[in-house]
């Protein structure tokens, strides 16, 4: 079965550094659009995207909120995603999850495309 585990979530204080992982197996086919989404926690706002890559061509996808911090990234042979994330503030606090779906052109950061989920890993992000 298709699943998705994510690891490397914690504590750190602004400025800080994270790498979160995704480690994804159980699939037939080999490229992927593995994205990156985060929830604030007990909250009813919809799960934000902010960075997919594709596993085939390598192509990222970023949101504004993130770009020039975060980076996503592939190791194909560990069948493995990570987010590293840069300077982190306040306002990444947040439970961080990791999703597949086949392509990522104009869908990357729609939660409702996506069809398998990772449990999610919370970051938090205070002094």
């Known amino acids: 079965a298709q699943q998705l585990v994510e690891s490397g979530g914690g504590s750190v204080r602004p400025g800080g550094s994270l790498r979160l992982s995704c480690e994804y197996s159980?699939?037939?086919?080999?490229?992927?659009?593995i994205g990156w989404f985060r929830q604030i926690s007990d909250s009813d706002k919809e799960r934000e995207g902010i960075?997919?890559?594709?596993?085939?061509?390598?192509?990222?996808y970023y949101a504004d909120s993130v770009k020039g911090r975060f980076t996503v990234s592939k190791d194909l042979a560990e069948n493995t995603v990570y987010l590293q994330m840069d300077n982190l503030k306040p306002e990444d606090t947040a439970i961080y999850y990791c999703?597949?779906?086949?392509?990522?052109?104009?869908?990357?950061?729609?939660?409702?495309?996506?069809?398998?989920w990772g449990q999610g890993t919370q970051v938090i992000v205070s002094s």
């Open positions: 960075a997919a890559i594709n596993t085939g061509g390598g192509h990222t």
């Open positions: 999703a597949e779906r086949r392509g990522c052109v104009d869908v990357w950061n729609n939660p409702n495309k996506f069809n398998y």
């Open positions: 159980g699939y037939t086919w080999n490229a992927h659009c």
